[in-house]
């Protein structure tokens, strides 16, 4: 059990110190300074942007960013729709699986297009190899349009003026071709040598000793797996993800994934730091999101490796921990330390089995989601803690009786209206989504895996997974009809862009006004003390807002098995 | 909107067949360097194929048995059990899989049985097994082939898979390839 837990320490450790410089060229990237691709890529993206009719130095302002976003999202969408509706009979489908019906299409695609993955189909027989490799790009599109998100966020907070926030599709193709796309030949180039499949042959058969004749899935596993990871999409080629011994085959393959899904989110952070040249700032967000993921990992890491209760109530060796969805060669610590990291970034890949872990494991998962700011998705996760920032400026500023500043911008009444309404979106969302599901049992009953108390948090986890854009699942959850494939398509949409847009329009509104300089009076956003101040918002939003919800699922199923 | 969408559907398809054609195609071509071109790891043994990291359904007293599975080891369509810690229908299943264990290998104590053999995997390929669970196996295996203890435990320590770089991760033993090995004894 001692080399789980180094295995899991070394994971986090080679992450964080590899995140800082992995920041400073993210920041050199969107700055536009000199880094080794130039040679390779700037052609090419010229070549990019003259096809397509786009001058990448034409700024915009926040309102153009945003416009040019949602077009191009648009477009992605139903492009996804029609490939998937059509796979049966387009190319590139050598285990002659079906179109996908257009409910699920319809959620398939918008998942993609949100850098969710909630993959309500199996990947070996729900899709062809020409659907993986366009959701492959939507892995890449999405995660870049994340990325471009936060940086039109970064660029107003150092620019004085509010027109000239960079062009939108410059910063999407650049977040794709100089980070996503040189990281994911690396990672993928790993996995190839460690067993994962990259080939285009279709279904294998061999015969196993026992004499079963049994078919084997491939496919383009390695290509599609590392942006998966690096892009915090999460969305698996085979139906049981990360867990499944083609797509992670060793340990040194589940450190890989595992880096991989994290440390663009972190360097993001880093990122903002050199980008602002506040360094201190970077440090305070860095260490409040460090503190929010410790205290949901490390309970969770000690209750997975401890085991099921009732099951060692039998009385057998419980040396490994709790097993059941788990893989041998990963083992309980590490698989315990993905369930929350995976929550925590948004990426949803998994490595074991969420609906199996226990109850109040479940309940780290369900809570790294319902905070949805420590470290997050890829560019998001600040954006969503930047609303907690506004939100801790506002009270901290009524607490002490001082203007509220942030940066040298007065915070009013109009931004705080945005940030509240993101802020309080995200329970909307989730809650209501859960309780529509709760009151009509005669058509959401019958898909549950799991009676009692862990029905209701497979509901709930449904919910909590697609406003935060997660994509994991209790995936007992019989979820591939009508119902869920609607309900949590419109959730995906709204939790997706109102949590983009409002981030960026306080970012435009904040750019336009009057730079007051820093004096003795004002407040430091970048001290400890504003880095608990920010803490104890996101605690007490999610707190006040999931508790009886969690107490309802989670919570009763704990002390229901003492 | 009318400014965006030609440009953004020819953004669209020219970073389409960029990241759809070239990106994989270099993938592709690396991994024709990589062990068995990008197929996947594969052991033949006796003029026959088998996946190195697919897990087989080894239930026979002869063999060491691996993990259940929700699936039956279908490598075409992965799955876990997705059963709750507390559903007293799964709490039963793991109680009759002690009590089929139990059976099959007389003389082994409860409290001996490690827990990853009577519960299901998390894809239901689960190649590996840990060495406490091939070792709780030996005595079954050794009756059946009517081979000693001794030399079984032998093979099954030479079958132990060391932590990545003795640190990091479990131990763990594949059961196909001890499996291939006891075949050969």
Redesign the interface.
């Given at each position: 059990m001692n080399t789980e837990i180094f295995g899991v320490i070394a994971m986090y450790a080679i992450t964080i110190l590899m995140a800082v410089p992995f920041g400073k060229y993210i920041a050199k990237v969107y700055a536009g300074e000199k880094t080794l691709l130039d040679n390779i890529f700037t052609p090419l993206e010229n070549l990019f942007f003259r096809i397509s009719g786009i001058d990448r130095k034409a700024d915009m302002n926040w309102k153009q960013h945003l416009v040019a976003m949602l077009t191009i999202n648009f477009v992605w969408f139903l492009l996804g729709m029609f490939v998937l509706m059509n796979q049966g009979w387009l190319p590139l489908n050598p285990d002659g699986n079906p179109g996908q019906t257009a409910d699920l299409a319809f959620n398939t695609s918008i998942s993609f297009v949100v850098n969710c993955n909630l993959q309500h189909y199996s990947g070996e027989s729900g899709v062809s190899y020409l659907s993986q490799l366009f959701l492959m790009f939507l892995q890449f599109v999405s995660a870049a349009t994340g990325m471009a998100a936060a940086v039109i966020l970064f660029i107003a907070l150092k620019q004085k003026t509010a027109d000239k926030l960079g062009n939108f599709y410059n910063l999407m193709l650049i977040s794709c071709t100089r980070i996503l796309l040189p990281a994911s030949i690396v990672v993928a180039s790993i996995l190839a040598f460690n067993g994962t499949p990259m080939t285009f042959n279709g279904k294998d058969t061999m015969i196993s000793m026992q004499g079963d004749t049994v078919s084997v899935s491939t496919g383009p596993v390695a290509a599609f797996v590392a942006i998966k990871h690096l892009g915090t999409n999460g969305g698996g080629f085979y139906g049981t993800n990360s867990a499944h011994p083609l797509e992670n085959p060793n340990y040194l393959t589940n450190m890989v994934e595992m880096f991989s899904q994290m440390i663009i989110p972190l360097a993001m952070i880093f990122a903002l730091g050199f980008f602002l040249k506040r360094k201190k700032m970077a440090r305070m967000i860095f260490s409040v999101m460090t503190l929010g993921f410790l205290l949901l990992c490390v309970p969770t890491i000690i209750w997975e490796t401890q085991g099921n209760p009732a099951i060692a109530q039998m009385g057998v060796d419980m040396g490994s921990g709790a097993m059941e969805g788990k893989e041998a060669r990963l083992g309980s610590a590490a698989s315990g330390f993905w369930s929350i990291a995976t929550t925590v970034i948004s990426t949803g890949s998994v490595n074991a089995m969420h609906d199996s872990t226990m109850p109040l494991s479940g309940m780290m998962q369900l809570l790294a989601m319902m905070t949805n700011a420590f470290y997050g998705g890829c560019g998001v996760g600040i954006l969503n803690f930047f609303v907690f920032i506004i939100l801790a400026v506002f009270i901290s500023g009524l607490m002490v009786g001082r203007t509220p500043e942030f940066l040298g911008k007065k915070i009013e009444g109009r931004e705080m209206k945005i940030a509240m309404i993101v802020a309080l979106l995200h329970p909307l969302l989730i809650l209501a989504g859960t309780a529509l599901a709760a009151a009509f049992p005669q058509i959401t009953s019958a898909n549950l895996n799991n009676p009692g108390f862990h029905g209701f948090s497979e509901m709930l986890y449904e919910y909590t997974s697609s406003a935060a854009n997660n994509g994991s699942g209790f995936e007992g959850l019989g979820d591939n009809n009508p119902w869920w494939n609607i309900t949590t398509g419109f959730i995906l949409i709204l939790s997706r862009f109102i949590p983009i847009i409002g981030p960026v329009a306080i970012a435009g509104l904040l750019a336009n006004k009057k730079y007051i300089p820093e004096s003795a009076g004002t407040l430091r956003t970048d001290s400890a003390t504003f880095g608990m101040m920010v803490m104890a918002v996101i605690v007490i939003i999610t707190a006040l807002s999931f508790f009886p919800a969690l107490t309802l699922g989670p919570i009763a199923e704990y002390f229901s098995m003492r | 909107?009318k400014t965006?969408?030609?440009?953004?559907?020819?953004?669209?398809i020219?970073?389409?067949l960029?990241?759809?054609v070239v990106?994989?195609a270099?993938?592709?071509a690396?991994?024709q360097l990589?062990?068995n071109?990008?197929?996947?790891?594969v052991v033949t043994a006796n003029g026959?194929?088998?996946?190195?990291?697919?897990?087989?359904?080894?239930?026979?007293d002869r063999?060491f048995n691996s993990?259940p599975s929700a699936v039956d080891?279908?490598?075409?369509?992965?799955?876990?059990?997705?059963?709750?810690?507390?559903?007293?229908?799964?709490?039963a299943i793991?109680?009759a899989r002690?009590d089929t264990f139990l059976m099959h290998n007389p003389g082994i104590d409860?409290?001996?049985?490690?827990?990853?053999l009577?519960?299901?995997?998390?894809?239901?390929?689960?190649?590996?097994?840990?060495p406490?669970?091939a070792l709780v196996q030996v005595k079954r295996v050794a009756a059946a082939r009517k081979l000693s203890e001794e030399k079984i435990t032998e093979l099954v320590g030479s079958h132990i898979e060391k932590?990545?770089l003795?640190?990091?991760?479990?131990?763990?033993v594949n059961v196909?390839s001890l499996?291939?090995a006891l075949?050969k004894l």
């Open positions: - | 909107m965006n969408i030609f440009p953004a559907i020819k953004l669209t020219v970073t389409l960029f990241f759809c990106y994989p270099v993938i592709w690396i991994a990589a062990p071109n990008g197929h996947g790891e026959k194929k088998y996946y190195a990291n697919i897990g087989q359904a080894f239930t026979e063999f993990r080891y279908n490598a075409a369509g992965s799955g876990g059990s997705n059963k709750g810690p507390s559903n007293p229908e799964y709490l793991v109680q002690i409860k409290k001996d049985i490690p827990v990853e009577v519960t299901a995997s998390g894809s239901g390929l689960d190649p590996d097994i840990s406490k669970a932590p990545l003795g640190m990091f991760g479990p131990e763990k196909l499996n291939l075949e």
